[in-house]
C-alpha cells in the first residue's frame, strides 16, 4: 500500500494546497494531510485549527466527487509543532515521522511538499530519507501560479473578494468573513 503525506499549515486551504493533495492522491492508495502549527493562534497562524480542519475536508470531499470508481483514502490529521515553527532540527525530523507511523500504520511513504523544500530535506537524517521517506518536492511556483496562503490572507483582509474566488476552494470562500475576524483578532495578539 501507498501512502501519501501533504504537510501544511492550511492559514487557509488554497487551489495550490489542492493540487498537491490531487496528486498525491493520483499516486497513492491513502493519502494523510497533515495541519501543521495545530496548536498555534497568532498573527501567522490565525485560522484556529477547528476552522482549518472543516474548511479542509469539505475542500478535499468536493475535490473526491470528481473522481470516479475507487478512490483513496484521504484523511486530514491537526499536527502541534514540536517547538516553533523555525524549528528544523532533527529533533523535528523524529517528531513529524513519529506522527506519521503513528498516525499511517506505514514506516514507508512519499511526502507532498511546496513550502521552502529546501528545509524539508534538513528535517531527516539521511538513513530515514534513504530508507522510509521519499519526498515529492513541488516548487511553489509550480503549483497554482504560485499562491500562497498569505496572499489569500491578504485578499481576505482587503475584501478582495472576486480575486479571493479565483484562488480558494468554496469552503474557503463561503467563510471569508469569519476568517477575516479571527485575522484581525489575531493582530491584537502581541
Not at 470531499?61 to 484523511?75: E, F, I, Q, R
Not at 499511517?104 to 528545509?119: A, K, L, Q
Amino acid at each position: 500500500m501507498k501512502t501519501g503525506i501533504v504537510l501544511a499549515r492550511l492559514q487557509p486551504i488554497h487551489n495550490g494546497h489542492l493540487e498537491l493533495i490531487e496528486q498525491a492522491i493520483d499516486e497513492n492508495d491513502q493519502v494523510f494531510v497533515f495541519i501543521g502549527s495545530a496548536d498555534k493562534f497568532n498573527q501567522r497562524n490565525p485560522i484556529p485549527i477547528n476552522l482549518r480542519i472543516e474548511m479542509a475536508q469539505e475542500a478535499i470531499d468536493n475535490l473526491l466527487k470528481k473522481y470516479s470508481g475507487a478512490v483513496p483514502t484521504v484523511k486530514v490529521i491537526p499536527l502541534d509543532d514540536l517547538t516553533d515553527e523555525s524549528d528544523n532540527s532533527h529533533d523535528w525530523g523524529f517528531y513529524l515521522y513519529s506522527k506519521i507511523v503513528t498516525t499511517t500504520g506505514d514506516p514507508y511513504f512519499t511526502i507532498y511538499y511546496s513550502d521552502g523544500f529546501e528545509i524539508i530535506t534538513t528535517w531527516f537524517p539521511p538513513f530515514i530519507l534513504r530508507n522510509n521517506v521519499s519526498l515529492k518536492l513541488i516548487a511553489r511556483g509550480a503549483t497554482c501560479s504560485g499562491i500562497s496562503a498569505t496572499q489569500v490572507r491578504n485578499m481576505i483582509e482587503t475584501e478582495n473578494w472576486e480575486e479571493l474566488h479565483k484562488w480558494v476552494p468554496e469552503s474557503v470562500f463561503t467563510r471569508r468573513e469569519s476568517i477575516r475576524k479571527h485575522i484581525e483578532l489575531a493582530k491584537l495578539i502581541k
